[in-house]
Every structure is written in structure tokens, then in C-alpha cells.
């Protein structure tokens, strides 16, 4: 058996219209696997007939996760295309808000906890009541740096990816005797629309370059591979792990 044979999978990869998302869904879909990828605008039909262009199985659904109704709609949805059948779950939306901490509006601390924690803790339990009765399924969440750091202005997303570790291990803890492997992707400095700012701050990328013993940011080439494994009979017996995709960032 190949143990990183995924072909025939079937997934959903929120955020899969740029960034590391879109990279992911790429990567599973190069491995042979059958993605809807759901994305909040309308660039999810342009990405999704991108990749078919490509001889992808893939499929669009659009949906706000930031609201509960879109959000079971669109998974509904999602499950209809894929036939019923869901092995993989990737949740790599996410969005970011940036103020003085004394400063945040309470709108955009609610906006970025609903997105990056609330919805992926409903979408890990829609999708967990499908894998629990298929007594199998990979859930793979997206962590952050900032779930081992404060950072500077962002007080929520730090919170909201605190939040995404504890509720791995947590589901873990739950669902690991029954199929299920619940872990998590902690991406480093990635080369990103997310870090546009950081990326165009001279003195700022320097400073974070220079930490990173791989001398670059990441791409999200970067975490295709870790995402396949996470996805494949590989990792069957890894569960409520958050593993760092940083270049070497955290050892520094």
C-alpha cells in the first residue's frame, strides 16, 4: 500500500481561492483527489474553473463563514457534489484585522473569531457527524505562528489561532478512537496577499528573514506535502498535533 495515496478522496478546502488554501487544494487535487473548494466571492468559480482547465476534479460552492446559515448551506452543498462521501476536511480560511489592542473594534474582533474559530469549529462538527459514520476521515485545520506568539496589533487573530490548536486536540481527544485524525498546520511567515503589509515594510521583512534559518518566506508550495500527508493513511496514527510549516522559524 502507498501509504500517501489519496486518489479517489473526496475534500473540502475553505480558502481555496488564494493563498495557502488554493495551494492545498491544488496539492490534493495533483494527488489524485476530488476537492470542492469554498471560497466567499465569486472568485471561487473562476479559481474552480481555473483548475478543471487544468483536468482537476474539482468543484465551487460560495459561502460567508462568517454567517451560520451560508455556512450550512454551502457545506450541504458541498456534500451533494461530492456524492454523499467526505474524507478530507481543510480549513484554511481565515481573515485578519489589524489595530492598537486599545483601539479594536469589538466588530472586528467578532468578525475575525467567527471566521478563523466559530465557523471551523462548526465545520469540524458537520463534518465530523459524517466521518463518524463512516468511522474514517482526516480534518486538517490551520493554525498560525501566532498560536505560539502574541504578535504586535492583532490581538484577535492570535486569539482565534490559540483557539484553533485547543479545539484540535480537543476534537482529537474525542474522535481519534473512532476513525478520525484531527491535526492542525501552523504556517510560518508565508509569501502571501495576508502579508502584503509586512512583505512591503523593508525593515520589517528583514528582520523577519533573517530569523528564518531557510533564509526565505514560504509559498504555498510549501505546504502541499504536509497536507497530503495529513490527508493519507500516513498520519493514521498522529492525532492532535499542530505542526509547524515555518522554515525552521520556531527554532531560532
Known sequence: MNLFDIKGQKAIVTGGTRG???GVAEGLMEAGAEVVVIGSSSHVQEAVEEFRGRGFNAHAVQAD???EMQLREGFSQAMGLLG???DILVQAAGVQRRHKAEEFPVEDWNLVLDVNLTAVFKLCQLAGRVMLRQK???IINFASMLTYFGGYTVPAYAASKGGVAQLTKALANEWAGQGINVNAVAPGYMATSMNTGLLQDEKRNASITARIPAG???TPEDVKGVAIFLA???SDYLNGA???VDGGYLGC
Open 136 to 138: 474514517r476521515g482526516k
Open 242 to 244: 499542530v505542526i509547524p
Open 65 to 67: 463563514l462568517s454567517c
Open 232 to 234: 493519507s493513511h500516513a
Open 216 to 218: 526565505r518566506w514560504g
Open 84 to 86: 454523499g462521501q467526505l
Open 20 to 22: 495557502l488554501g488554493r
